[in-house]
């Protein structure tokens, strides 16, 4: 008897220390802290009131009813405390705590869950149309065939792809390519929708439409360069070399002039690798030039 009085004990304290109140600031949908932005969307906090973005747009039964101008982006602070009075009668089948906004939109399907808790269970949310959300079991699929472990590697990253799991995806063009779902939503997330693009073949039909079937968030904002350029500056700096096997100018290959024989020709292809006019023997109405690399005999293009 006191055996079980003392095992009670014991899971009663240790359900307490998992309920541990945080220190800071928790979204009023999922409860949680501010988190990863790429996974939870921005924080946003007003009116006494904190929530995650992507917890405002992909709870089941939250409306927007306000301008983008009022509340969070349209979403009404009234609104929201209503969505969390209502989650608060809905238990999540992942942590068993209630507070689950989200449920999947599979048909009869009645599991519900918090946005963080669906992540870590292989939930999916889809950022268009309807913003449906799915749990694990009911989410979309792709056919990814297996290949040989250590043969593939995620372009993005150049890490090894060893084994086929929901946290790779697989591009609808160049072949299947198939990249970690994490390089490709950052990658989403650096390039934003008009620049977001395959990173192979540059496909922007098919490749965001599959992207946004298998629930890459794809911000509809300037991309990341153009918001901070001082944080890209690198992507602007001009190659100033000249790789020709003897370089004929007598201030060097870093050097180079604004016209006239001594101009820098950038390779046409890849951009990364230059020579002078003169020291490729390159016309002076020469405007394209390929390397070596690009093209074994260096041939001029136009």
């Given at each position: 008897?006191?055996?079980?009085?003392?095992?009670?004990?014991?899971?009663?304290?240790?359900r307490?220390?998992?309920?541990?109140?945080?220190?800071?600031?928790?979204?009023?949908?999922?409860?949680?802290?501010?988190?990863?932005?790429?996974?939870?969307?921005?924080f946003?906090?007003?009116?006494?009131?904190?929530?995650?973005?992507?917890?405002?747009?992909?709870?089941?039964k939250?409306?927007?009813?306000?301008?983008?101008?009022?509340?969070?982006?349209?979403?009404?602070?009234?609104?929201?405390?209503?969505?969390?009075?209502?989650?608060?009668?809905?238990?999540?089948?992942?942590?068993?705590?209630?507070g689950a906004?989200?449920?999947?939109?599979?048909?009869?399907?009645?599991?519900?869950?918090h946005?963080?808790?669906?992540?870590?269970?292989?939930?999916?949310?889809?950022?268009?149309?309807?913003?449906?959300?799915f749990?694990?079991?009911?989410?979309?699929?792709?056919?990814?065939r297996?290949?040989?472990?250590?043969?593939?590697?995620?372009?993005?990253?150049?890490?090894?792809?060893?084994?086929?799991?929901?946290?790779?995806?697989?591009?609808?063009?160049?072949?299947?390519?198939?990249?970690?779902?994490?390089?490709i939503?950052?990658?989403?997330?650096?390039?934003?929708?008009?620049?977001?693009?395959?990173?192979?073949?540059?496909?922007?039909?098919?490749?965001?439409?599959e992207?946004?079937?298998?629930?890459?968030h794809?911000?509809?904002?300037?991309?990341?360069?153009?918001?901070?350029?001082?944080?890209?500056?690198?992507?602007?700096q001009?190659?100033?070399?000249?790789?020709?096997?003897?370089?004929?100018?007598?201030?060097?290959?870093?050097s180079?002039?604004e016209?006239?024989?001594?101009?820098?020709?950038?390779?046409?292809?890849c951009?990364?690798h230059?020579?002078?006019?003169?020291?490729?023997?390159?016309?002076?109405?020469?405007?394209?030039?390929?390397?070596?690399?690009?093209?074994?005999?260096?041939?001029?293009i136009?």
């Amino acid at each position: 008897m006191q055996t079980t009085e003392i095992l009670r004990k014991s899971a009663k304290t240790k359900r307490v220390t998992r309920r541990k109140p945080s220190s800071g600031p928790v979204c009023r949908l999922c409860l949680r802290e501010p988190g990863d932005p790429e996974k939870l969307g921005e924080f946003l906090q007003k009116d006494n009131l904190s929530v995650h973005y992507f917890c405002l747009i992909l709870s089941s039964k939250l409306p927007q009813r306000g301008q983008s101008n009022r509340g969070f982006h349209g979403f009404l602070p009234e609104d929201i405390r209503k969505e969390a009075a209502r989650a608060s009668r809905k238990i999540c089948f992942v942590c068993k705590r209630k507070g689950a906004a989200i449920n999947c939109q599979k048909d009869q399907c009645v599991r519900n869950f918090h946005l963080p808790c669906g992540l870590e269970r292989g939930c999916l949310s889809q950022f268009f149309g309807e913003y449906k959300s799915f749990c694990g079991k009911h989410r979309p699929t792709q056919n990814i065939r297996r290949r040989n472990v250590g043969e593939e590697s995620c372009i993005l990253c150049c890490e090894d792809l060893s084994q086929i799991s929901v946290e790779n995806i697989q591009s609808p063009c160049c072949s299947q390519t198939i990249y970690h779902r994490k390089c490709i939503q950052k990658y989403a997330h650096t390039s934003a929708k008009h620049f977001f693009k395959c990173p192979q073949c540059n496909n922007r039909e098919e490749f965001p439409k599959e992207m946004l079937r298998m629930g890459i968030h794809i911000p509809d904002r300037d991309a990341a360069w153009e918001l901070e350029p001082e944080a890209f500056s690198e992507l602007y700096q001009r190659y100033q070399h000249c790789d020709a096997p003897i370089c004929l100018y007598e201030q060097g290959r870093d050097s180079s002039e604004e016209e006239g024989k001594w101009h820098l020709i950038l390779c046409a292809t890849c951009g990364s690798h230059g020579t002078h006019r003169n020291c490729s023997s390159l016309r002076s109405n020469c405007k394209k030039w390929e390397c070596e690399e690009c093209a074994p005999a260096a041939k001029v293009i136009g």
